[in-house]
């Protein structure tokens, strides 16, 4: 009998890949299911997900506002902030592009990493609440924020991924950490990402997706060394200590199962989404169990 295909959207980073060792690696027993892992940016693969293309993908928890008549959110594969996040970084942010001081009515132009990313919703967030309104949102590549702060082509940038841990390295400041923030708001982590499951899929292949989802992710956990081997070559540079430190951050417990606090931050960053205006709906999340 011909195995049922799922396939699989996720970022090439050092955090997903750890996460998906166990399963990109044919550790666990899939049975009836093969699994072939498409790796993508997580804009890309917030935008496939309107058209349900994967069975099984990566999604930002802001995307989710915009997909959950197509996708669920499985109860395990969170990335959680907790009391970090998404960081605004400078390099001098009162300077224009072209090396002038700015002035006070002058817009700060931020480049940021895609207007579905968390890390954007975020961003709007913190912006109402400090009341910053002469701003300018400029999507940027990912990987090339840092490199357009320091040229001055933006007064500031919204990092994501391992920015978070070299901005120093690389000359920037530290505006905000928006996971320190949103906690100070708010007491909860800041759920960044999650891993989405159609919901058109049988019921069976839907229960038996998530368990193997869950079981990848703990057998990463209790193998780390060989994980972490397997997740460096996606580290984008990283020594090992500091992409040891990344996947922690990022796979964890939390990672393992949302929690209650965990699902209740879902629905308090969707719910302020609505209020701000920043989303068209108000959405109730449903987790998917293993």
Known sequence: MSKQIIRVGHSPDSDDAFMFYALAKDKLDTRQHEFVHELVDIETLNRRAFHGELELTAVSVHAYAYLNDVYALCNCGASMGDKYGPILIENDAAQTADGRRRTADAPMRIAVPGELTTAFLVL?????????????????????????????????GLIIHEGQLTYKQEGMNLIADLGVWWTQQTGL??????????????????????????????????????????????????????????????????????????????K???????????????????????
Request: charged content about 25%; hydrophobic content about 40%; glycine content about 6%.
């Open 124 to 156: 709007k967030l913190y912006l109402a609440e400090k009341k910053h309104t002469n701003v300018e949102l400029i999507k940027v590549p990912f990987d090339q924020i840092t490199e357009a702060v320091r040229a001055q082509q933006f007064d500031a």
């Open 189 to 266: 982590p800041l759920p960044l990402g999650a891993n989405a499951i159609r919901r058109d899929l049988p019921g069976q292949t839907i229960s038996d997706v998530v368990r193997l989802l869950h079981q990848s992710i703990k057998y990463a956990l209790d193998h780390r060394e060989a994980a972490l081997d397997y997740a460096l070559q996606y580290g984008r540079g990283l020594q090992r200590e500091d992409a040891d430190k990344f996947v922690g951050m990022y796979v964890n417990d939390w990672t393992l199962d949302f929690g209650d606090v965990g699902r209740r931050a879902v």
């Open 268 to 290: 308090e960053l969707l719910q302020q989404a609505y209020d701000h205006g920043i989303v068209p709906k108000r959405v109730v999340p449903e987790f998917i169990f293993p």
